[in-house]
């Protein structure tokens, strides 16, 4: 009998022992482990931050990078009362020409003016206005147009320019009108005299003026 139990003793050391089961071993582990982090540092000092505190709202969008808002285009508003241009209109042959009532000082009849040597061939020659010599300029020939017949209707047109005053003999003066600056237009290129003394091209009532530069035709 001893020999049969010490046989049976011997049997049950030399059985396996059961292993622990895969969950259980790794359970020490996962509790060991560490939370997760939603940031950390990188190099340079900068913080990688979550998704959430990524997010801009839309009026921060619209800064650049400099951090200043887009500038907002304002435009002149519909409607605004904008001063309207008075020009004194004239005729020189078949055109209508123009300028602004706040170069003119009078208009005079036509009188034949006195001859002075040694003037530019549109100058005439100069008149006595109260007292004052007022050179009178030919406008047609200043501005290379064919030569006109002086009559009952020619008259001086008086202008200044820079404190001084001239007078611009035209075949007659036709009225006065209003227009706006924006409906000035440039004169055309195809002008080839007279070009350099004009200020543009307006339209009045079906009617075509061409705008005069008075400094220019005057040359002050």
Request: net charge negative; proline share 9%; hydrophobic share 40%.
């Amino acid at each position: 009998m001893d020999i049969l139990a010490a046989r049976k003793k011997a049997a049950e050391r030399a059985k396996p022992r059961p292993r622990p089961k895969p969950e259980e071993a790794a359970a020490p582990a996962r509790e060991a482990e560490a939370p997760p982090v939603l940031a950390e540092s990188r190099p340079g000092g900068t913080l990688e931050f979550p998704v959430a505190a990524s997010v801009v709202s839309v009026a921060e969008a619209s800064l650049d990078m400099t951090g200043t808002a887009p500038a907002a285009s304002f435009g002149e508003p519909e409607g605004t009362p904008r001063e309207e241009l008075e020009l004194l209109s004239f005729r020189l042959g078949n055109e209508e020409y123009a300028v602004m009532v706040a170069d003119v000082r009078e208009v005079l009849k036509f009188a034949q003016p006195t001859i002075v040597p040694n003037t530019p061939d549109y100058v005439l020659g100069v008149t006595s206005l109260r007292g004052t010599m007022l050179p009178i300029i030919d406008l047609r020939k200043r501005l290379g147009l064919a030569p006109g017949v002086n009559d009952e209707k020619s008259r001086i047109v008086v202008v200044g320019s820079n404190d001084e005053d001239a007078g611009l003999l035209v075949d007659r003066v036709t009225g006065v009108f209003r227009i706006l600056p924006n409906e000035i237009r440039p004169a055309p290129e195809n002008i080839e005299q007279g070009a350099e003394f004009l200020r543009g091209i307006a339209r009045k009532n079906e009617k075509l003026y061409i705008l005069l530069d008075v400094a220019k035709a005057v040359g002050m």
